[in-house]
Each structure stands twice: as C-alpha cells, then as structure tokens.
C-alpha cells in the first residue's frame, strides 16, 4: 500500500491494483485446476442432424468421424431431413402411403444422392462438388458415415420423423440406434452434452 | 530420434482433413503402449490438428518437423 501513502489524493486505480496485489499476496495460493497435465476431461458431443442437403450432411459426417478418432464419445440425432441421409442408397421409394411415396419421388433418399442447398443445378451442382473432393482426395460423405461407425460414432433415428416419412428399420443403414424421441436429446444435453445443430 | 523405435507408419501425404487423423486413429489403436508411430502428411491443418488430437487422446507427440511440404509427426502410443 506505498502507493497510497505517497499519494494523499487517492488515485482509485493505484488503490484498487493495490487491493488486488494485496489480496492475492495475502490469499493462500488455490491449486491450479488438477487436469494441468492430463488430458483434458471430454465431455459427450450431441450432433443434431437436421439437414438433408449435401454440405450439411458432409460437416455431420466430417466433426462425427473427426470426433471419433479423436476418442470423444459422440451421439448424432437424426431428424426430420437429415433422416433421408440414413435411409438406404438402394432404397428408391420409401413410405407407405402415396404422399409418403411421392415425397421420396420428389427428394431420392440416401447420402449418395443428396442435393446441394444452392446451384444444385437438377444435380449438376453435387456431381461437381463430388468431382472436385475426389480431386482432393477428400472422403465423401458416405465414406466418412462408414469411418464414424467405425470408431464408435451413434446415429439414433427420430421416432417421430420415421413415422411421418413412413421409414421402417429396415429402410434404414445398418448400425443405426434405437429410434428415440426429443425428450432423449433433451435429456443429452441437460447433462451436458455438448450440441450442435446442422 | 532412434528411428528403429518407430514400428508403425501413416503415409497421409496428399490426404486432406479429417482423414490423417482418422487414419493415424485407426493405424495406433492395435499398437503396444509406448511404441511410436510416424504420420508423414502434406496438409497444413494437421500440424494444428495433432496438436488437438494428442491433446484429447493422451498420446504423446514426441517429435514434429517439416521440409516445407511435408509435416512428419512422431507420435507415443498412451
């Protein structure tokens, strides 16, 4: 507190950094939090994936491997769109009644036939973008699906979205998790789950 | 760096991301505690990328080095 006692006038910063050094100084010294060496704790990654688009699916696909090579226990919800990226890729019409057939006529299933969000181009847009990750030597999509189940990533289908698309298990890939509904997710995440909505 | 301890090898050069870390995971998982595994690569993410991998799995990157094009990461099995 030298500071103060040369300076009558009471600078409030000086007496505040004052307060600090003093307090730290006095303050026993806390233990640094004890994961300084190990690796750090993981928590659980909750992917949620919404989307049937080809660059959405491809990110899913992309932190779900990563995620599994990298050891961190990772789930991926399948819901409403995203559910037509885990249906078959032989599977042409899907459904049971003719509006659930006519919306598979009208968006083919399967994540080797997904569109583009933009200049999908009637399907001239993914061929492109496929062509190009080739080039790269970057893995597709289904590839990177094949990776994840692999290294342990969970798809978990929505119960809701199968009923309403008319999906059965069998319509699906093989290695898919007992459909489950939100409160599931919510539950996930309550205990903290890390999510990501794609 | 005794290279006759380095009984596994990853040739990820021209592999872009996820796929050296995907198969540097899929190459150390059969290995022995404390063995050593070399992971050549070409893209420049992955030496930001080993560093979070290492980070999250427990294995040791015990060495790094790079010629400008290629990365070579030497890595300790957990």
């Known amino acids: 507190m030298t500071m103060t006692a040369e300076r009558p006038t009471l600078d409030p910063v000086a007496v505040a950094i004052a307060d600090v050094e003093g307090l730290t100084a006095a303050?026993?010294?806390?233990?640094?939090?004890?994961?300084?060496?190990?690796?750090?704790?993981?928590?659980?990654?909750?992917?949620?994936?919404?989307?049937?688009?080809?660059?959405?699916?491809?990110?899913?696909?992309?932190?779900?491997?990563?995620?599994?090579?990298?050891?961190?226990?990772?789930?991926?919800?399948?819901?409403?769109?995203?559910?037509?990226?885990?249906?078959?890729?032989?599977?042409?019409?899907?459904?049971?009644?003719?509006?659930?057939?006519?919306?598979?006529?009208?968006?083919?299933?399967?994540?080797?036939?997904?569109?583009?969000?933009?200049?999908n181009f009637m399907g001239m847009g993914p061929w492109m973008m496929g062509t190009l990750a080739r080039?790269?030597?970057?893995?597709?999509?289904?590839?990177?699906?094949?990776?994840?189940?692999?290294m342990g990533v969970e798809f978990i289908p929505c119960q809701m979205t199968m009923d309403m698309f008319g999906l059965t298990r069998d319509d699906l890939i093989e290695g898919m998790g007992e459909p489950v509904g939100a409160a599931t997710v919510i539950g996930l995440m309550s205990e903290g789950s890390a999510p990501l909505f794609i | 760096m005794d290279l006759l301890e380095i009984t596994t090898k990853v040739d990820a050069r021209g592999l872009s991301c996820p796929m050296p870390i995907v198969r540097t995971a899929q190459a150390i998982k059969p290995?022995?505690?404390?063995?050593?595994?070399?992971?050549?690569?070409?893209?420049?993410?992955?030496?930001?990328?080993?560093?979070?991998?290492?980070?999250?799995?427990?294995?040791?990157?015990?060495?790094?080095?790079?010629?400008?094009?290629?990365?070579r990461f030497v890595i300790r099995r957990k």
């Open chain 1, 27 to 119: 303050e026993p010294q806390l233990e640094p939090a004890q994961h300084s060496e190990e690796p750090s704790k993981l928590h659980d990654i909750l992917l949620i994936n919404y989307s049937g688009e080809l660059e959405k699916v491809w990110a899913t696909m992309l932190l779900a491997s990563t995620a599994g090579a990298m050891q961190v226990p990772c789930r991926v919800f399948v819901t409403f769109w995203g559910l037509q990226n885990f249906v078959k890729d032989e599977k042409r019409i899907t459904g049971r009644n003719w509006m659930q057939k006519m919306l598979a006529v009208m968006s083919r299933p399967g994540i080797s036939h997904r569109p583009l969000s933009k200049m």
């Open chain 1, 135 to 150: 080039q790269q030597k970057n893995p597709s999509p289904r590839e990177l699906l094949v990776i994840a189940q692999e």
């Open chain 2, 31 to 71: 290995m022995a505690s404390g063995t050593l595994l070399e992971v050549l690569a070409t893209d420049p993410g992955s030496v930001k990328d080993f560093a979070a991998w290492c980070r999250s799995t427990g294995h040791i990157l015990v060495d790094q080095t790079s010629d400008g094009a290629v990365y």
